[in-house]
């Protein structure tokens, strides 16, 4: 007895007009029979809590064997506490369905076997399985389950349902060689036992050499040594009635000219030849030998191959005696093409992340690259990509390859790398660039290499809402309480950096004082003129005043006078009566060598002048009076050197 549980999942939901269908097959072979499975493919689809599961949509088996069809199926709570009805049919019409136990061509051949599964998801999974024994080929057909909850709207069917081919064995013998050109002997020679359907590895084969059993119970076995003249056959065991055709191990020979690499586009034969008796004909295949057939005749001709011909290609020789196939690889060869350049990942680019470069072409023999920088050769080998483990501002920049063989050459079209990353340093200036005084204008100007271009904003120190913004701040009419530090502030998404700028502005008078000043100037002159032109005409009436040399005793006289404090008295009077006079004592005479020396040493004495005002209601003062102390007199006080004495 032969039991085959294959399970897969493909779980399909849909829900319409509140009708859920889903179902799911396994298939189980019994002894009376054989069950193949075609290709199973796992999918998952749930919608809302509903679901079901398949483990493939077609089940190929042979006539006799029994087949399991098993259907895993759930609900949500929330559309009642269990199944009242659960079944599978084939037939429908009008939203009728025929239970397939009701079906009288399925009479006492079919089974239901429904039971919870035990796994939570939303409510109780459950499983029911579909039994067909003594398969007809009557029973192929689209198989579908369906069930009903306690709630009157909950009514599900599974789609697409599952395809059950049930047919004979139909089984073919294929040779292969472990050499695939003419003039090479074989090391090996394998045959295998094919069938339409694929059945599982574990079934057993009946091998036939030339009418009789012999050799292993595997689907394919190996030959180190056969007789050309020897044929082979095979069955699956209890189907001995349903045997291949017989072949002959002894391959055609299978030949291409020309000989040696094929170039793109170079015209091509491939040539079959076989020894058999009657002469045999001859069918090519791609890649297979139950592929579509390519052709008939002992020749594949190929006018302008192309790299899409590449493949393995099979010919087939047969006559009434047998079947054989010999298979040979066809590489065709040709230059680079389309070359292009992707980067990973494709988003941006952020300064210090890690990127990779990578050229792709289509050659063959494979491609050797070369890399290139705005045309500067970067790499070159046969590694297709290029490598940034930590991307920097200055790897910004068009990049492109070339891909080259011994058969061509090709460039890609270029790539820009943009590379993001927040502001640098800001640099900041003042326009202009000499003393800043009030009133004029000025431009402080702020710029940063950033990508993108950054944003700027102009801040004073010490305070927190922002001056301006843009890359140049303009001040109009500046004053001095514009002086202080400014700092510039770059931002984009990448991130921010300021710098400070020191600004000093100079004070100036306001123009009424610049009046002053320049009508002052001219009058300062005038005065300076006059007094030196006074003190000019002063020293010569002085001079003309000195006493003559030969009077000695004046001279000592006056030199001891010298040495004493000296007082010159000017008093002013509102009444024109009062007399105004002064004393005036005029400079020391020359002197005699004997007296310099003594001289030098009185420089430091000082000379007293006194002004006297007297208004109109003073009594006159007696000459006895005018020795004492009057609080009315002012003094002021030259000194007056000795060298000045001498030159007088």
């Given at each position: 007895?032969?039991?085959?549980?294959?399970?897969?999942?493909?779980?399909?939901?849909?829900?319409t007009h509140r009708e859920m269908?889903?179902?799911?097959?396994?298939?189980?072979?019994?002894?009376?029979?054989?069950?193949?499975?075609?290709?199973?493919?796992?999918?998952?689809?749930?919608?809302?809590?509903?679901?079901?599961?398949?483990?493939?949509?077609?089940?190929?088996?042979?006539?006799?064997?029994?087949?399991?069809?098993?259907?895993?199926?759930?609900?949500?709570?929330?559309?009642?506490?269990?199944?009242?009805?659960?079944?599978?049919?084939?037939?429908?019409?009008?939203?009728?369905?025929?239970?397939?136990?009701?079906?009288?061509?399925?009479?006492?051949?079919?089974?239901?076997?429904?039971?919870?599964?035990g796994v939570q998801y939303h409510?109780?999974?459950?499983?029911?399985?579909?039994?067909?024994?003594?398969?007809?080929?009557?029973?192929?057909?689209?198989?579908?389950?369906?069930?009903?909850?306690?709630?009157?709207?909950?009514?599900?069917?599974?789609?697409?349902?599952?395809?059950?081919?049930?047919?004979?064995?139909?089984?073919?013998?294929?040779?292969?060689?472990?050499?695939?050109?003419?003039h090479q002997q074989p090391t090996?020679?394998?045959?295998?036992?094919?069938?339409?359907?694929?059945?599982?590895?574990?079934?057993?084969?009946?091998?036939?050499?030339?009418?009789?059993?012999?050799?292993?119970?595997?689907?394919?076995?190996?030959?180190?040594?056969?007789?050309?003249?020897?044929?082979?056959?095979?069955?699956?065991?209890?189907?001995?009635?349903?045997?291949?055709?017989?072949?002959?191990?002894?391959?055609?020979?299978?030949?291409?000219?020309?000989?040696?690499?094929?170039?793109?586009?170079?015209?091509?034969?491939?040539?079959?030849?076989?020894?058999?008796?009657?002469?045999?004909?001859?069918?090519?295949?791609?890649?297979?030998?139950?592929?579509?057939?390519?052709?008939?005749?002992?020749?594949?001709?190929?006018?302008?191959?192309?790299?899409?011909?590449?493949?393995?290609?099979?010919?087939?020789?047969?006559?009434?005696?047998?079947?054989?196939?010999?298979?040979?690889?066809?590489?065709?060869?040709?230059?680079?093409?389309?070359?292009?350049?992707?980067?990973?990942?494709?988003?941006?680019?952020?300064?210090?992340?890690?990127?990779?470069?990578?050229?792709?072409?289509?050659?063959?023999?494979?491609?050797?690259?070369?890399?290139?920088?705005?045309?500067?050769?970067?790499?070159?080998?046969?590694?297709?990509?290029?490598?940034?483990?930590?991307?920097?501002?200055?790897?910004?920049?068009?990049?492109?390859?070339?891909?080259?063989?011994?058969?061509?050459?090709?460039?890609?079209?270029?790539?820009?790398?943009?590379?993001?990353?927040?502001?640098?340093?800001?640099?900041?200036?003042?326009?202009?660039?000499?003393?800043?005084?009030?009133?004029?204008?000025?431009?402080?100007?702020?710029?940063?290499?950033?990508?993108?271009?950054?944003?700027?904003?102009?801040?004073?120190?010490?305070?927190?809402?922002?001056?301006?913004?843009?890359?140049?701040?303009?001040?109009?009419?500046?004053?001095?309480?514009?002086?202080?530090?400014?700092?510039?502030?770059?931002?984009?998404?990448?991130?921010?950096?300021?710098?400070?700028?020191?600004?000093?502005?100079?004070?100036?008078?306001?123009?009424?004082?610049?009046?002053?000043?320049?009508?002052?100037?001219?009058?300062?002159?005038?005065?300076?003129?006059?007094?030196?032109?006074?003190?000019?005409?002063?020293?010569?009436?002085?001079?003309?005043?000195?006493?003559?040399?030969?009077?000695?005793?004046?001279?000592?006289?006056?030199?001891?006078?010298?040495?004493?404090?000296?007082?010159?008295?000017?008093?002013?009077?509102?009444?024109?009566?009062?007399?105004?006079?002064?004393?005036?004592?005029?400079?020391?005479?020359?002197?005699?060598?004997?007296?310099?020396?003594?001289?030098?040493?009185?420089?430091?004495?000082?000379?007293?002048?006194?002004?006297?005002?007297?208004?109109?209601?003073?009594?006159?003062?007696?000459?006895?009076?005018?020795?004492?102390?009057?609080?009315?007199?002012?003094?002021?006080?030259?000194?007056?050197?000795?060298?000045?004495?001498?030159?007088?």
């Open positions: 007895m032969y039991v085959i549980y294959l399970q897969a999942c493909f779980i399909i939901s849909e829900l269908r889903g179902a799911a097959w396994s298939l189980t072979a019994a002894a009376s029979g054989l069950v193949v499975l075609l290709l199973t493919v796992p999918v998952i689809q749930s919608q809302n809590g509903w679901g079901v599961t398949y483990t493939s949509t077609q089940i190929c088996a042979l006539k006799g064997s029994t087949v399991e069809i098993r259907c895993s199926y759930r609900y949500p709570s929330t559309n009642g506490d269990g199944v009242k009805e659960a079944f599978w049919f084939t037939k429908e019409s009008n939203n009728v369905y025929v239970d397939l136990k009701m079906d009288l061509e399925y009479s006492d051949r079919v089974q239901f076997d429904c039971k919870k599964k409510s109780e999974n459950k499983d029911c399985t579909l039994r067909i024994s003594d398969l007809r080929q009557s029973d192929s057909a689209v198989y579908k389950f369906r069930f009903r909850t306690d709630d009157s709207t909950g009514k599900y069917t599974g789609l697409p349902g599952v395809t059950l081919l049930v047919a004979d064995p139909q089984l073919q013998v294929h040779v292969r060689r472990s050499t695939v050109r003419s090996w020679t394998e045959l295998t036992c094919h069938n339409k359907c694929q059945l599982p590895d574990h079934y057993s084969y009946i091998w036939y050499k030339n009418g009789q059993k012999f050799g292993d119970k595997k689907v394919y076995f190996h030959l180190d040594l056969f007789n050309p003249a020897d044929n082979y056959s095979c069955a699956v065991s209890k189907y001995e009635m349903f045997p291949s055709p017989s072949v002959y191990v002894k391959l055609p020979s299978v030949s291409v000219s020309p000989s040696g690499d094929l170039m793109e586009g170079s015209s091509v034969n491939v040539t079959c030849s076989s020894d058999a008796n009657p002469a045999a004909n001859y069918s090519w295949y791609k890649n297979n030998l139950v592929s579509e057939r390519l052709s008939e005749g002992p020749q594949l001709i190929f006018s302008s191959i192309q790299s899409s011909d590449s493949g393995q290609y099979y010919c087939t020789a047969e006559n009434m005696l047998g079947r054989t196939s010999a298979n040979i690889s066809i590489n065709v060869k040709y230059g680079p093409k389309r070359a292009s350049v992707s980067v990973s990942p494709p988003a941006e680019i952020v300064d210090g992340s890690s990127v990779t470069l990578t050229c792709s072409s289509d050659a063959n023999p494979a491609a050797n690259y070369t890399w290139y920088k705005e045309n500067q050769t970067l790499l070159q080998g046969p590694e297709r990509n290029y490598y940034f483990t930590s991307i920097s501002s200055e790897d910004r920049g068009n990049y492109h390859c070339k891909s080259e063989n011994q058969y061509g050459l090709i460039y890609s079209s270029s790539l820009s790398i943009d590379v993001q990353y927040g502001p640098k340093l800001p640099s900041v200036s003042v326009s202009p660039s000499a003393e800043i005084v009030e009133g004029s204008s000025v431009n402080l100007t702020c710029s940063s290499d950033a990508n993108p271009a950054a944003n700027y904003t102009w801040y004073k120190e010490n305070e927190d809402s922002p001056k301006a913004s843009g890359q140049i701040f303009t001040i109009t009419d500046i004053r001095a309480e514009h002086s202080g530090n400014y700092y510039c502030e770059a931002q984009n998404r990448r991130g921010r950096q300021n710098s400070t700028l020191h600004l000093t502005v100079v004070a100036v008078f306001p123009e009424t004082w610049k009046s002053v000043i320049i009508g002052t100037i001219p009058a300062v002159f005038l005065v300076v003129v006059w007094l030196s032109i006074f003190l000019l005409i002063r020293k010569k009436r002085t001079s003309k005043q000195l006493p003559e040399p030969g009077d000695g005793s004046d001279n000592r006289e006056q030199s001891e006078e010298r040495d004493e404090l000296h007082y010159a008295s000017i008093h002013f009077s509102t009444n024109q009566t009062d007399p105004v006079y002064s004393n005036i004592r005029p400079a020391g005479l020359r002197k005699h060598e004997g007296q310099e020396e003594e001289e030098e040493e009185d420089n430091d004495k000082v000379e007293y002048a006194a002004v006297k005002f007297n208004s109109a209601s003073t009594p006159p003062r007696t000459r006895g009076q005018e020795t004492g102390e009057d609080p009315d007199a002012c003094y002021s006080t030259v000194n007056k050197t000795a060298e000045f004495n001498r030159k007088l």
